[in-house]
């Protein structure tokens, strides 16, 4: 009777060892990202994307390495700098080894350094820093490191994609260029003067300008300067509720020419733009979802809509970078060793399910990939955002833009 | 020149909208002796009321409606939450109204998710009224010029000319005398506070077409109203007004005229430094007023707070 106990009580013991060490080897990988607060909407959407993708694409089809599960774990920065440093921390005291951020390229830096710190002092817990949407380009070029991956296309590869459209286009003869006072938006500012200069010098920028970011409450002094500098087209960095703002107000102040954004899309503001917004506002962006590219992009946004009937799938890119660290984690062998993993992406190339070829460029850490500018309608859009009848529709491609551009990357790989 | 009075329209549509919001905080000031920190969350239950009952009844119904919700949620919140805690001093009715502004933003997330809502104007008032020289005025800001100022003459001459207004002002000054007198002091300052958050869910109810419905919406404009009453005095109808006028002329202003730091410096006499590229300076000399714009209400307020701590119209001298 006593062994029998014993019995019981050991196998119990082992069955919650074991279940305890089946648990703990799910791979975490924390977002860290403004979840409450005026960009909470953007933060919150990218979770729910990132946690379908995972669950799509890894954990539904039996996991990785045998049957590992990828679980994101959300942080709330409040998109503050200082903020992510202490949510890195804890989410590093977790076991986490892989971080993914994106909103604002302010927290990045913050995060990148940290992270490349904090991975030479303590070689036993490094973590990977994946990068989907900060897109300052000194990330991967002055202040890249090895631990650093950008999924997103930078600004200046954007702008460069943009500009070839816009020099294209004869009609177009005066530009302005507005954006939010922090390292991206005069990262955009930089780049579309430069580049415009470059290919179309007749081109003349009537205006350039920073706002303060997420301060702004009401857009209406700026539209009244860009409708009055009579540009024909405004390109603008701006996102979350400052996009918005910015959009509605230089439409609704009668600018009749084309907005190109950054981010123009989803996150509520496609719905709030609506008809107001048709033939005007373009997006610049990696991923194509109209029309679909392919079957399996259609089966994944379908599946998408049915667990989110009110969500987006507006970053095609965060299932690229849980498709690219999977594939990564099995070629590596393991989840544990992250220079393995990071060696592993380095140099990958990627058959996206939104079409094209990714390839993780080795010398800087930026993904390569195919760049198309969208416009907002509600004409052939098989996916529509925000439940609304508008999406966005592919217009033109550049294909692997700036496959070769230059970087300053020094790279120190450990 | 043109533009001038374009800006001039602008700043107004900012200035009124303000002081809609700032009206009800001044008013509930003078009355509670205690801000009402969740002030412009009612400003945000306004707009998302009003977006509720726009998609089933329509923009009017929803201007009509939405306000008389929000005033009756206020009063509520004075009946049975703020008179109950009332009696403990001001300390916690501050952590009251604070906590309130946090749980009403929880709220309306909850309810309506961290999405912007797509909430737009009548189509009616869908056209531009006029414009000036390749400005178009759409006929919307024509509308809520109106609407604010005609809030404004309705507030002074209720308070002003009639019987209740009299009580009104006379039971914010001396609750015990009016008390004495046979008024029911508490009942007036539940009516206040349900109106002073009725006007706070009027300029919801309009300003949300316009400046977006979402879940920030509060925090974004939660802080400029407090400078507004501080810089109008606290209590001071009047100077929510013109320090609401002030704040909405200013910011427009600077944000519309690219004023470089350098030329204001060189037009008093300071010249630029030869290297400007390496001088400590530099970003100090290289601001423009449009960077700078939505700051300027704060310094103005720490200066107004230096010069006369009162307020511009402000009563209360410590």
Request: hydrophobic fraction near 45%; charge should be negative; aromatic fraction near 10%.
């Amino acid at each position: 009777m006593k062994n029998i106990t014993k019995l019981g009580a050991v196998s119990a013991l082992s069955l919650i060892i074991g279940a305890s060490a089946a648990f703990a080897e799910d791979i975490k990988v924390a977002f860290i990202d403004p979840l409450s607060g005026p960009f909470a909407s953007t933060g919150t959407n990218g979770l729910h994307q990132f946690e379908f993708a995972a669950d799509y694409m890894v954990n539904e089809k039996g996991g990785l390495l045998d049957g590992k599960k990828i679980e994101v774990v959300g942080f709330d920065n409040k998109i503050s700098p200082k903020e992510s440093l202490i949510q890195l921390q804890v989410a590093i005291d977790q076991g986490v080894r892989f971080v993914v951020q994106g909103n604002s390229s302010g927290v990045a830096n913050a995060l990148t350094e940290a992270i490349d710190k904090h991975n030479r002092r303590n070689p036993d817990s490094r973590v990977l820093f994946l990068n989907y949407a900060a897109v300052d380009p000194a990330l991967t070029n002055d202040k890249c490191n090895f631990w650093h991956f950008r999924f997103d296309a930078n600004s200046d590869i954007k702008m460069d994609a943009l500009t070839d459209v816009i020099a294209a286009d004869d009609e177009v003869k005066k530009i302005y260029v507005i954006g939010q006072d922090y390292s991206f938006g005069k990262a955009v500012s930089a780049a579309a003067n430069s580049m415009l200069k470059a290919k179309r010098p007749d081109i003349e920028i009537v205006g350039d300008e920073l706002h303060p970011i997420g301060k702004v409450k009401d857009f209406t002094p700026y539209s009244r300067k860009i409708v009055s500098s009579g540009a024909d087209a405004v390109i603008t960095g701006n996102w979350g509720a400052d996009m918005l703002g910015l959009g509605r107000s230089i439409i609704e102040n009668g600018f009749t020419g084309p907005i190109y954004t950054y981010y123009g899309a989803g996150s509520g503001m496609t719905a709030a733009f609506g008809d107001s917004g048709k033939g005007i506002i373009r997006l610049i962006s990696e991923g194509q979802v109209n029309p679909p590219p392919t079957p399996e992009a259609s089966a994944y946004y379908d599946a998408f809509s049915a667990k989110y009937p009110e969500g987006n799938i507006d970053q095609t890119r965060i299932s690229n970078t849980i498709g690219m660290l999977a594939a990564a984690i099995e070629k590596a062998g393991t989840a544990d060793d992250v220079v393995a993993v990071a060696n592993a992406l380095e140099g990958m190339e990627y058959e996206s399910m939104w079409g094209g070829t990714l390839f993780m460029r080795p010398n800087d850490h930026q993904l390569i990939q195919d760049m198309h500018i969208a416009a907002h309608t509600n004409e052939g859009i098989t996916y529509t955002f925000d439940s609304s009848d508008y999406g966005v529709l592919v217009e033109s491609t550049v294909e692997m833009a700036s496959k070769d551009s230059e970087s300053s990357c020094e790279m120190k790989r450990p | 020149m043109d533009l001038i009075l374009v800006n001039l329209i602008d700043g107004l549509v900012t200035g009124l909208l303000l002081f809609m919001l700032s009206a009800g905080l001044t008013l509930i000031f003078s009355m509670m002796g205690v801000l009402n920190f969740a002030h412009a969350s009612f400003y945000m239950l306004g707009a998302y009321f009003a977006y509720q009952i726009s998609i089933a009844l329509g923009f009017w119904m929803g201007l009509l409606i939405a306000p008389l919700l929000v005033g009756v949620i206020g009063a509520g919140v004075e009946r049975y939450g703020l008179r109950r805690v009332h009696q403990y001093g001001h300390v916690p009715e501050l952590i009251f109204t604070f906590g309130l502004a946090l749980l009403i933003e929880e709220l309306v997330q909850f309810i309506w998710g961290k999405n912007q809502m797509p909430y737009n104007g009548p189509e009616i008032l869908n056209f531009t009224a006029f414009a000036i020289s390749g400005n178009s005025i759409p006929a919307y800001k024509i509308f809520m010029i109106f609407i604010s100022v005609g809030i404004f003459l309705g507030l002074l001459y209720v308070l002003t000319k009639t019987r209740v207004g009299m009580i009104i002002q006379a039971a914010l000054s001396y609750p015990r005398t009016v008390e004495a007198l046979g008024h029911n002091v508490p009942l007036i300052f539940m009516g206040v506070f349900g109106v002073g958050t009725a006007l706070a869910g009027v300029a919801g109810v309009i300003a949300g077409p316009v400046l977006g419905t979402f879940p920030g919406m509060a925090f974004v404009l939660g802080s400029i109203v407090f400078v507004t009453i501080v810089i109008g005095g606290l209590g001071s109808l009047w100077g929510a007004l013109v320090a609401s006028l002030l704040i909405g002329w200013i910011t427009t202003f600077a944000k519309s005229y690219n004023i470089e730091m350098e030329d204001i410096l060189n037009g008093i006499g300071i010249s630029t430094p030869e290297n400007l590229d390496d001088n400590i300076f530099r970003d100090f000399w290289s601001l423009t007023s449009p960077q700078i714009a939505d700051i300027l209400p704060y310094i103005l307020m720490v200066l107004i707070l230096i010069f006369r701590p009162a307020g511009l119209f402000g009563k209360r001298i410590q």
